[in-house]
T-cell receptor
């Protein structure tokens, strides 16, 4: 158990819809990272928050947005969903926002867009 | 552009033998390398890392070798155990870049046959 909690674990929805994925980081971790893993792809970095502030953006579509709340949990909002958005979405947390050490991953949220 | 490549999608090894998982990278700015292990329905978990100032790092049955001139690293598992069956992700980062700069490979699925 990494200590990172993601909900929901599975989500099936239709094209054009909007969903929200939730992540609670490990106790004491201030950074939250979101990654997308599509079929046969590596983990693609989407966005990072540190202590409530956006720190870095990766390959995140404009239809996607995220935020980190005062209690440090984070939500990833995916809107106007397309078939290609079907993927595993992982949240990871870390104590700080800098460095190349270990990230702690949640179990992921599997999104299926029909 | 896949900067971190794991060219073998899968590998099967007999229990007790050596497992060798390979990873190639193209970005010469990468100087910190990690391996993550992922079981089904779980998030990736950190396994072992190596800095570019070293060419080898051991942790129990796991050893990572780095060949900077060839831009190649490998993970050796000796002896392999059935519990090692998982997907292994290679990841690389420039240490000055922060966690958001970590680039993951597409993973190699290892099956250890009893």
């Amino acid at each position: 158990d990494s200590g990172v909690t993601q909900t929901p674990k599975h989500l099936i929805t239709a094209t054009g819809q909007r969903v929200t994925l939730r992540c609670s980081p490990r106790s004491g971790d201030l950074s939250v990272y979101w990654y997308q893993q599509s079929l046969d792809q590596g983990l693609q970095f989407l966005i990072q928050y540190y202590n409530g502030e956006e720190r870095a953006k990766g390959n995140i579509l404009e239809r996607f947005s995220a935020q980190q709340f005062p209690d440090l949990h984070s939500e990833l909002n995916l809107s106007s969903l397309e078939l290609g958005d079907s993927a595993l979405y992982f949240c990871a947390s870390a104590r700080g926002d800098y460095g190349a050490g270990e990230l702690f991953f949640g179990e992921g949220s599997r999104l299926t867009v029909l | 552009d896949q900067q971190v490549k794991q060219n073998s999608p899968s590998l099967s090894v007999q229990e007790g033998r050596i497992s060798i998982l390979n990873c190639d990278y193209t970005n010469s700015m990468f100087d910190y390398f990690l391996w993550y292990k992922k079981y089904p329905a779980e998030g990736p978990t950190f396994l072992i890392s190596i800095s570019s100032i070293k060419d080898k790092n051991e942790d129990g049955r796991f050893t990572v070798f780095l060949n900077k001139s060839a831009k190649h690293l490998s993970l050796h598992i000796v002896p392999s155990q059935p519990g090692d069956s998982a997907v292994y992700f290679c990841a690389a980062s420039p240490t000055a870049g922060g966690y958001q700069k970590v680039t993951f490979g597409t993973g190699t699925k290892l099956q250890v046959i009893p």
